[in-house]
C-alpha cells in the first residue's frame, strides 16, 4: 500500500483521529475517483431510458467503486480528504437520481429549457415553436391534426383556434390573428406544440429533450450528458432549483464574467488569509481539550477552558470569553466557510468557461443567494445557502413520498418526508466526508438532522406571535425580529456540533492559502504549502490501479 510521506503527515501530530485515518488509507488515485462518474455519464449516454435490467447492472458497480473509494483512501490536504467521502456520497445519490428516481430519456423536467442546436428536427423533435411555420393539410376545409401538429392549411386564411387534439398539443392555438396559408404554410405561430418527441413528452413548451441519433450528432447527446451530470442546480433546465438568484443574461460577456469571478477570487483570498493566521493564534483550534459542543463537554473546569482556549490578548472573564467564542470565533469560521465554497466556485466558474469552453457565463448563477434572504431559519437555509446540492438530496425523498407512498404534494406526511430525508442526506454527505478524513462524522451528520428542528422550533415561536394578538404592522416587525434572532441562537448554538468532527479532523494544522500575505507580514514564510511532489505525484506500481496522480 502507497503510505503519505511523513512529512505530509506531521502537521497533524496532534490530531490522533487524523493520523490514524491517513495510516490506514492510501493517497487517492485521480482516475480511481473519476471512473464510477465515468461509467454514469456512459451509461446515460448509451441507455438514457430507464431499464430494471440497466439499472440492476450499472447501479451496483457504480455504487460499489463509490464504496471502495471510501474505504480505500484519503488525502493529506485536509480539504481533498474531505471531498473524497463527500464526492462518494454525491455520486451515489446523483447516480440513484438519475438511474432510478429520473428518467433521463423520457422525463419532461430533464429539458434544456433552450435548444440552441440549430439542428433542423423532424417531426418527432420539433423545437417547440416551429418558427412560426405550421405544416397544414386540408380534409374537407376542416382542419386535421396529425402526430400532435396542428395542421391549419386553407385556401385563405384559418383562425388559428382549435381543440386541443392530437398526441401533444396543449392548445393547437395559433399565436395570431390569421394564420395565411401559401401552398400549405401557415405563416404564424404557434402556441403550445410540444418540443422535442411529441408523442412522448405531451408538448408543454421550447427547449430539448434528449437528443435521438437519428435526429443528432453524437456529440450532441455527449454534450447534453455531460451537462446534465454537472448541472447539479439545474441552472439552463427544466428542473433549476427556484429559490437560486438569476444567473447572467446570455449577453453577459466574458470579460464581465472573468471580472466578477476574479473579484470574488481576491474577496475569498483575504477572508481565508485572515483565518490561517486565526489559526496558528487562537489555541482552541490545536488543542483537544478545548473542544466541545452542546453534545461533547470539554474535561476542563471553566476557568482552565478559558486560560487555555481563549487567546493572550483576550481577558479570561466569562463575559468577554463568551463573546469571544460564540460571536468573534465561531462568526470567522463560518465566514470561512462560506469563503472556501465561493472561492471553488469562481474558480471552476473561470476554469470551465475560459480555458475549458465547456460552458457559458450565463451558466453559472451566483452561488448563494441574497443576504436580505436569511432573515430566518428556513430562508437561510432554502434561499441564502447554497443549493448544489439540493436536487440530489431532495429527489430520493420525493421518491419516496410521491411515486412509493403516493402522497399528495400537499401532504403534510409527504414535506415531512421530503424535508428530514434532504437534511439526512446532508448530514450523511458532511459524516462521510469527515469519516474519510479522520474516522468520524457522526456530530457533523447530526448537525444537519438537527435543522428541521430548528424549523418546528421556528413555527411554534410565530404562533406565540400570533397569540399575542397585536395589529398587523407590529406583528409583522415582532414577527421578523422573533425569526432572525431564532435563526442567530440556533445556528450559532448547532454549529459547535457540526464543527466538532471537523476540528479532530486537523483544521488547527491546516493551511487554507498556499500564499499568505499574514504570514509575511509577521516576518513568516510566504509559501505555506509543502512541495507539489507531496501533495500531488505520478505513481507507477505495475499494476491496473496502481499508476496514475496521486493527491
Known amino acids: 500500500m502507497v503510505l503519505f510521506p511523513p512529512s505530509a503527515i506531521a502537521p497533524f501530530a496532534a490530531f490522533p483521529a487524523r493520523l490514524a485515518a491517513l495510516e490506514s488509507r492510501t493517497p487517492i488515485l485521480l482516475h480511481d475517483a473519476l471512473l464510477p462518474l465515468f461509467l454514469l455519464f456512459l451509461t446515460l449516454l448509451l441507455y438514457p431510458c430507464k431499464s430494471h435490467t440497466r439499472n440492476a447492472i450499472a447501479l451496483p458497480v457504480i455504487l460499489g467503486l463509490y464504496a471502495r473509494l471510501c474505504f480505500l483512501y484519503s488525502s493529506s490536504h ?3 480528504a ?8 454525491f455520486g451515489s445519490l446523483q447516480a440513484f437520481s438519475l438511474l432510478v428516481v429520473k428518467d433521463v430519456g ?10 440552441d442546436t440549430r439542428v433542423i428536427r423532424d417531426k418527432e423533435h420539433s423545437n417547440g415553436s416551429a418558427n412560426g411555420i405550421v405544416n397544414g393539410v386540408t380534409n ?3 382542419e386535421k391534426h396529425v402526430n400532435g401538429y396542428a395542421n391549419g392549411h386553407t385556401n385563405g386564411y384559418t383562425n388559428g383556434s382549435s381543440s386541443p387534439l392530437g398526441n401533444g398539443v396543449a392548445n393547437g392555438f395559433t399565436n395570431g390573428t390569421n394564420a395565411n396559408a401559401n401552398g400549405g404554410i401557415a405563416n404564424g405561430t404557434t402556441k403550445g406544440t410540444s418540443n422535442g418527441d411529441i408523442s412522448r413528452h405531451g408538448g408543454t413548451s421550447a427547449g430539448l429533450g434528449y437528443p435521438k441519433l437519428s435526429t443528432y450528432p453524437l456529440l450532441q447527446r455527449i454534450r447534453f450528458t455531460s451537462s446534465l451530470i454537472s448541472s447539479s442546480r439545474g441552472v439552463g433546465w427544466k428542473f433549476q432549483i427556484r429559490q437560486i438568484r438569476p444567473p ?10 472573468l471580472q466578477i469571478h476574479f473579484t470574488n477570487i481576491a474577496i475569498t483570498y483575504l477572508i481565508l488569509d485572515c483565518f490561517g493566521y486565526h489559526l496558528v493564534t487562537d489555541p482552541y483550534f490545536s488543542t483537544q ?8 463537554s470539554s474535561p476542563l473546569p471553566d476557568m482552565d477552558w478559558r486560560e487555555r482556549c481563549i487567546p493572550s490578548y483576550i481577558p479570561p472573564t466569562p463575559a468577554y470569553a463568551f463573546i469571544y467564542h460564540h460571536i468573534i ?3 470567522l469560521t463560518l465566514l470561512s466557510v462560506y469563503a472556501i465554497l465561493g472561492q471553488l466556485y469562481s474558480i471552476a466558474a473561470i476554469l470551465f468557461t475560459v480555458p475549458i469552453p465547456a460552458s457559458k457565463p450565463s451558466s453559472w448563477a451566483p452561488l448563494f443567494g441574497s443576504l436580505s434572504e436569511a432573515t430566518s431559519l428556513r430562508g437561510f437555509w432554502t434561499v441564502f445557502w447554497h443549493s448544489i446540492f439540493k436536487k440530489a438530496f431532495s429527489y430520493p425523498g420525493e421518491w419516496m413520498a410521491f411515486r412509493v407512498l403516493g402522497l399528495d404534494r400537499k401532504n403534510i406526511w409527504a414535506q415531512l418526508i421530503i424535508v428530514f430525508t434532504a437534511f439526512g442526506n446532508s448530514g450523511g454527505l458532511h459524516g462521510l466526508g469527515c469519516w474519510t478524513q479522520n474516522g468520524r462524522g457522526g456530530a457533523a451528520a447530526l448537525f444537519f438532522l438537527l435543522q428541521p428542528v430548528g424549523f418546528l422550533g421556528e413555527v411554534i415561536l410565530m404562533k406565540g406571535v400570533k397569540m399575542l394578538g397585536m395589529d398587523g404592522n407590529l406583528e409583522k416587525t415582532v414577527g421578523r425580529v422573533v425569526k432572525v434572532s431564532w435563526m442567530m441562537v440556533w445556528l450559532l448554538w448547532s454549529c459547535d456540533v457540526f464543527f466538532y468532527d471537523y476540528l479532530h479532523g486537523g483544521i488547527g494544522g491546516s493551511e487554507p492559502v498556499a500564499w499568505s500575505s499574514w504570514r509575511w507580514y509577521v516576518g513568516e514564510k510566504a509559501y505555506r504549502w509543502g512541495p507539489p511532489d507531496e501533495w500531488t505525484r505520478w505513481d507507477v506500481e505495475g499494476s491496473l490501479w496502481g499508476w496514475g496522480v496521486r493527491i
Open 78 to 80: 485536509w480539504g481533498i
Open 82 to 89: 474531505f471531498c473524497v467521502g463527500a464526492g462518494a456520497y
Open 106 to 115: 423520457w422525463d419532461r423536467d430533464v429539458w434544456w429549457t433552450e435548444d
Open 140 to 142: 374537407g376545409g376542416k
Open 248 to 257: 447572467p443574461e446570455p449577453s453577459c460577456s466574458i470579460l464581465s464574467h
Open 289 to 296: 481539550e478545548c473542544w466541545k459542543s452542546p453534545l461533547h
Open 329 to 331: 470565533r465561531k462568526h
